[in-house]
Structures are given as C-alpha cells and as structure tokens.
C-alpha cells in the first residue's frame, strides 16, 4: 500500500493492530537498550511499551550503573545487563528500542539486534550519521526481513493527510516552495540540522518526494566554513562546521525546498518546522505542536488591508475540530508509532517513517556538508560521498 494511502486509511486505527496479542503469552517481547550519559533514552523510546498490551519488556540494558538501575524501575522489568550484546543473547527479543540519541552507537546496536534475531527495531532520531552507515544497516536488514522503524514522530500524525487533501484540492494554488528551519537556539547550524533539523527534512521528504540535488552553504559567525572551523560536535554527532546552515534542494514532485538554521535567531524556536508557500496561502507547520499546521489564506506576497488569520488544521480538515481524542498518546508519546512497527512486522510491509526515510534524512543531513565542501555546488542523489564530507575540507 502508498505510504500516503496508508496514513490516510489506518494511522490512526492502529490501535487495532494489537489484536493477534490480546492475550499475554502471545505479547511481543521488547528488549530495551539506552546509555545513561551517552544519549540516555531518547525521548520515551523506552516507556512507550508500557502503554501498549501487546508487548512486554523482557530486559533493559544500560552501561551506567546507576542508569541501569533507574532503568529497571522505570520499565518495571528484573533483568538488566550492563552490555547490551549480552542482553541480546539470552533474551530472544522479537523487538529492540535502541533508545540512546547519540547516533555514533545505532549502527552497531542495530547490527548486534539483527544478528541476535530480532524481527522489529524501533531507534531513536538521528538515524545513523553517514549514508554509509545507512547502507550498512539496511542491508543488514533487507537480508533478515527486518522492519526498522525511526522516531520521527511528526511523520505520523494524521493532519498529513488533510495538508494533502487541500494541496491536491488547489486550496493553496500552485505550490511555489517548501522553507523549513531548525529551533535556532544555542545549537543553531550544523548541529541544529542533525539534531532538529532531521525532523523537518523528514517532512520536506514527505511533501516533496525524493531529494534530486542540494546546494548548501556553512557559515561561522558570518563567515564561509574553512578547515580551521571544523570540529567533533556535541551529541556523538562526527565533524561538524558553522553556526549557520543555508541548504536548497530539488525535490522529485517538481518543489525547491530550503532549510534554514543560524544561532540563536531570537525567534524563540518559533520556526521550527516548515512553511509550504503556495500562490493562494501558507501552510505553517510547527514540530511537536497541537496543532501541528495552520493555514493562512491568500496570496502571501500581496498587502491586504484584510486579516489573516492563521486557521488551525486538524486531521478532519482546515478550520474543523480535531475528532481525534489521543493525539498526545498516540503520536506525542509514540504508541503509534510503535503499534505501526508491529502491523508491519505482522503484514510484511515497511513502516510507515522506515529505514529509507531515515536514510534519506540523513543523506540530506550529509549533502549539506558536500555541497560545502564543494564549494557549494550542487550535488546529486545517491550522494558519491558516503562518509563526512567536512573530512575532505
């Protein structure tokens, strides 16, 4: 099934999908991996599995001592391990959450997951921090038919499909443009777009289809990113560069989509999110919001005397009451999400963020940096550099 269809159709009657475990010696065992001090567990990729019948926490593990123990009262579980390897040996976990944030770890817990025989993997954002990375962990998941699942939450929620609605209604017109932007706090640049930014390409891939090309430019404090710029970053990230990100890219359905980030811009993270800019209005989405989008009606680039007034958007439509009552659970706290994974895992399908979007919001992640390093001349998808570009700087 489209991913479109399916979000349309079922993301929100996921619950559901938990009715071939209705009874407890039938529920999924979850094995559950952080790292107190190195990404901890993400937010709530561990504690989801509480709300969700289906499934049982057989095991946690933690290298902190103290982490570990936290752990296991919080996910009300008895056993825990230090090593994670171990805990994938003796646990037979049919799902893994890899919940640390810190993405330098979620290629090789997602190798040791597969290899110990886990059939559904749920991992926090970013997903990984190289395309080559990413091919890894996709083939190792192609060959043992493995769903993997990123928690790019905003990917899930059902106004997606009423934003997709009005555009194919021509209620914005022609579609000029996608502008998205990172938080702009203290992080902003390069680690704003890795960290923040993930979720907006995420949805820039969503609305505007595969990435054709990218053109970018890093800058710190004013300036063109050099060699001298270029760092580890924070967040186990890899080499990072510049306190300004300047991205445009072509997209398959035909849409220029931009992203945005300098530090500390002074919109109080009002603009993280992404505007898609049409001849007749503005669709303004903000990341992990309720509402998430609002429409403001009218040419964007005329003066009016008039208002305009930004109309929330709702998962039944522009200006209606949202009919949804669990929105917070559902998506804000990824239980569907994760009931989404298992009706993969069950019907052999991909889920619906899978390890190919995650894939592809990584390689727009790294495109930036070969842009740059190419003097910010576009390049195109599949990215020929499959590491760090900022390495070749």
């Known amino acids: 099934m489209d991913r479109r269809a399916f979000l ?55 290298a902190d001592a103290n982490g570990l123990a936290k752990a296991k009262s919080r996910l009300k579980v008895k056993n825990g391990f230090a090593d994670y390897r171990e805990m994938l040996k003796v646990t037979n976990a049919d ?57 790019h939450r905003n990917r899930y929620h059902p106004t997606l499909k009423a934003i997709d609605r009005y555009i194919a209604g021509g209620g914005l017109g022609k579609v000029l443009e996608i502008r998205g932007r990172g938080k702009g706090d203290r992080r902003g640049g390069a680690e704003d777009l890795w960290v923040l930014g993930s979720h907006v390409l995420n949805m820039i891939n969503y609305f505007g289809g595969k990435p054709i090309s990218c ?82 009606p009218g040419n964007p680039f005329r003066p009016t005397t008039k208002p305009r007034p930004w109309v929330p958007i709702t998962s039944a439509g522009v200006g209606k009451p949202e009919p949804l009552k669990n929105l917070s659970e559902t998506i804000g706290h990824h239980v569907g999400l994760v009931r989404d994974l298992i009706d993969a895992m069950q019907n052999d399908r991909q889920p619906l963020c899978n390890m190919y979007e995650g894939a592809t919001t990584v390689e727009m992640i790294c495109a930036v940096f070969a842009s740059h390093q190419q003097n910010s001349a576009a390049v195109t998808f599949p990215l020929k550099e499959r590491g760090n570009a900022l390495a070749k700087l």
């Open 8 to 62: 349309g159709t079922g993301s929100l009657a996921m619950a559901a999908t938990g009715l071939a475990f209705s009874n407890e010696k039938n529920r999924l065992r979850v094995a559950v991996i952080g790292h107190t001090g190195r990404g901890n567990y993400g937010h709530g990729i561990d504690t989801v599995w509480l709300h969700v019948p289906e499934t049982e926490i057989v095991a946690v593990a933690d």
């Open 95 to 151: 799902i893994v959450a890899i919940c640390p944030r810190q993405p330098d770890q979620h290629r090789e817990m997602c190798l040791a997951a597969i290899e110990a025989g886990a059939k559904g993997i749920f991992i926090e954002k970013p997903f990984c921090r190289t395309p080559a990375e990413a091919d890894e962990m996709i083939a190792a998941c192609e060959k043992q038919n493995v769903k993997l699942a990123v928690a």
């Open 215 to 296: 053109s970018a430019m890093l800058r710190q404090n004013g300036k063109r990113v050099t060699k001298a710029d270029v760092k580890q970053g924070n967040e186990a990230l890899g080499l990072l560069a510049g306190n300004e990100v300047h991205a445009r890219y072509e997209m398959q359905r035909g849409m220029i989509a931009y992203f945005d980030s300098i530090a500390n811009d002074g919109t109080k993270n009002a603009g993280f999110g992404l505007q898609i800019i049409g001849s007749e209005g503005m669709i303004d989405m903000s990341c992990d919001v309720q509402p998430l989008a609002y429409l403001v």
